[in-house]
């Protein structure tokens, strides 16, 4: 054996697990996660065994400022964030003090594209000159149309297995809690009006595990009944880092709403939302409109994928 390490350089690189960890971290996420672990069994044991391999993966927390190699986590960046060190987490108030930079998940920002932040889907534009449309990130309704997993039958009965590695998933790195806040809004002749509950895993893997994975975000979007998906209303996720403070200022007649897009001009309401968008780092913020009359009982499209969705989960779940 020493003979062949001598002659063969590489294979001593191969054989010395510390060095196999740093080639391996420098893969990109996909190859590191599939093809990766279907080369031989030493490449599967180290692969899932190696903590810093498992950060890199999204299935272990790294609460480190600064991770390493630095260049594994750079190159998750979209390209355009990758030119000023300090825009890992943008944030549309100027201030990301109150929590730390984050790397979002690159595999789960491209299958689930509605549950993470829109400036993480196309270049970041930074300057003075920008079209208004695009000067903060812009927040569009929340739409399981986009979702890799409605694409086709086979991506939908792959997706909803339960054993899938994307439901292990942490969100980003350094991890968020692992609980949901939902909050709901019923805007009303009488006023505006709301409900705020979070939303808790229900069978964490380990008592000691408090953060949020992917599985429990995308079952809370599917199944929980106050998020309203209807013809009047619209839901949508929020990212504190890229919800600006609320200003008691803009409170009154005229003023503006809170959160900026389909909020509420009402003072409990907006404060009620400041509160919530404080305490977690991720709302699912939902807003109804209270009619006198509900007109069908037809379900909207975005009804109809839903109950699909929950279908397909509930039907897996049975196997």
Known sequence: MQ?????????????????????????????????????????????????????????????????????????????????DPNLYQGSINGSELAYPRRIYNPLLVQAFRPFFPSVHEYPFIHGENVPETEEKERKEPFSFQPLDMISSSEKKTAYARQEASWRKMLLCQPPVNGEVTVFKMYHAMGGDSYECHTVSPKSPISSNDKTLKMGHFFATLV???????????????????????????SDGPGHNCYPPEEGS???????????????????????????????????????????????????????
């Open 3 to 83: 003979e062949q390490e001598q002659k063969h350089p590489q294979i001593k690189v191969f054989t010395t697990p510390e060095l196999l960890e740093i080639i391996l971290l420098y893969l990109d996420t996909r190859t590191l996660l599939v093809s990766a672990q279907r080369v031989c069994q030493t490449l599967t044991a180290l692969i899932r065994s190696s903590p810093a391999i498992q950060q890199a993966l999204f299935f272990q927390p790294n609460k480190q400022e600064k991770w390493y190699p630095k260049s594994i986590w750079k190159s998750m960046l979209p390209s355009a964030l990758k030119k």
């Open 223 to 249: 199944q929980d009944p106050d998020l309203y998906f209807g013809r009047f209303g619209q839901t949508c996720v929020y990212w504190s880092a890229y919800v600006p403070p609320y200003e008691p200022r």
């Open 265 to 319: 001009f009402y003072p409990p309401v907006k404060k009620g939302f400041a509160r919530a968008i404080k305490k977690s780092e991720v709302v699912v913020y939902s807003r109804e409109v209270i009619q006198c009359c509900n007109g069908d009982d037809e379900l909207t499209h975005e009804e109809s994928l839903r109950k699909k969705i929950a279908e397909a989960e509930m039907e897996a779940s049975k196997v």
